[in-house]
């Protein structure tokens, strides 16, 4: 279950930083390119962007998932309370849980017996169940901040590097098919590994960069007019 829950949060915080890192800067470059149609103002603003959603990015993900785990604490100590104050109404909530997941007669009973015998798996399960909060989801905001500060790091240099190797009008281009290749890419790989429809995850995330692009262009197109 820990493992399970560790995949799910390390696969959450790879495409909310690659996934913002890239949507983000390709809005930016889009928006300069198109506006000022100079390179080099292009790959530094690029940079710019780059590293300060980079960073952002890892200390957001610091704080919310201290928060969580905060709440994650709070909650925590609550169930610990209620169990030693009022365990025969802790006792029929177990109870009911399996109850709703099928178990009658005896089983059920044996069930709930086994659970709360042991308070450690009794609290878990009132944790998991009941709120649908685990430990493993919150327990490392360190190595959440980092993941997520290097995917979207990663993820920012793939609509940038077109600009570096190309001039605004082609890099444009190559951004554009690069983000959305990038974007479908990750989202089939996140389905497959969620057992969802991988062709339409994909698709979905390739639209967040299609919307991204046509604002990033939209913008541009206006601040260029309006300098102009």
């Given at each position: 279950?820990?493992?399970?829950?560790?995949?799910?949060?390390?696969?959450?915080?790879?495409?909310?930083?690659g996934q913002d890192g890239l949507v983000n800067v390709l809005g930016v470059l889009l928006a300069v390119a198109t506006?000022?149609?100079?390179?080099?103002?292009?790959?530094?603003?690029?940079?710019?962007?780059?590293?300060?959603?980079?960073?952002?990015?890892?200390?957001?993900?610091?704080?919310?998932?201290?928060?969580?785990?905060?709440?994650?604490?709070?909650?925590?100590s609550q169930e610990q309370r209620e169990i030693e104050e009022k365990p025969d109404e802790e006792t029929q909530e177990?109870?009911?849980?399996?109850?709703?997941?099928?178990f009658r007669g005896g089983l059920l009973s044996q069930i709930v017996r086994k659970i709360t015998s042991n308070k450690?798996?009794?609290?878990?399960?009132?944790?998991?169940?009941?709120?649908?909060?685990?430990?493993?989801?919150?327990?490392?905001?360190?190595?959440?901040?980092?993941?997520?500060?290097?995917?979207?790091?990663?993820?920012?240099?793939?609509?940038?590097?077109?600009?570096?190797?190309?001039?605004?009008?082609?890099?444009?281009?190559?951004?554009?098919?690069?983000?959305?290749?990038?974007?479908?890419?990750?989202?089939?790989?996140?389905?497959?590994?969620?057992?969802?429809?991988?062709?339409?995850?994909?698709?979905?995330?390739?639209?967040?960069?299609?919307?991204?692009?046509?604002?990033?262009?939209?913008?541009?197109?206006?601040?260029?007019?309006?300098?102009?």
């Amino acid at each position: 279950m820990e493992e399970k829950h560790s995949k799910r949060a390390l696969i959450r915080d790879i495409i909310l930083g690659g996934q913002d890192g890239l949507v983000n800067v390709l809005g930016v470059l889009l928006a300069v390119a198109t506006a000022t149609n100079d390179r080099k103002i292009v790959i530094i603003s690029g940079l710019a962007a780059t590293f300060a959603e980079s960073i952002s990015m890892a200390a957001v993900a610091y704080t919310s998932i201290k928060a969580a785990d905060d709440y994650y604490q709070h909650r925590l100590s609550q169930e610990q309370r209620e169990i030693e104050e009022k365990p025969d109404e802790e006792t029929q909530e177990i109870r009911d849980i399996y109850r709703a997941k099928g178990f009658r007669g005896g089983l059920l009973s044996q069930i709930v017996r086994k659970i709360t015998s042991n308070k450690k798996l009794w609290l878990e399960e009132m944790m998991s169940h009941e709120h649908q909060l685990f430990a493993e989801d919150y327990s490392k905001p360190v190595k959440s901040a980092v993941v997520v500060g290097a995917a979207a790091l990663a993820g920012s240099f793939i609509p940038l590097i077109p600009f570096m190797l190309a001039d605004v009008k082609t890099g444009i281009i190559l951004a554009i098919i690069f983000s959305i290749g990038a974007l479908f890419c990750t989202g089939a790989a996140t389905g497959k590994l969620t057992g969802v429809d991988w062709k339409a995850n994909g698709a979905i995330m390739a639209l967040v960069g299609m919307g991204a692009a046509i604002a990033g262009y939209a913008i541009g197109y206006f601040l260029g007019a309006v300098v102009v």
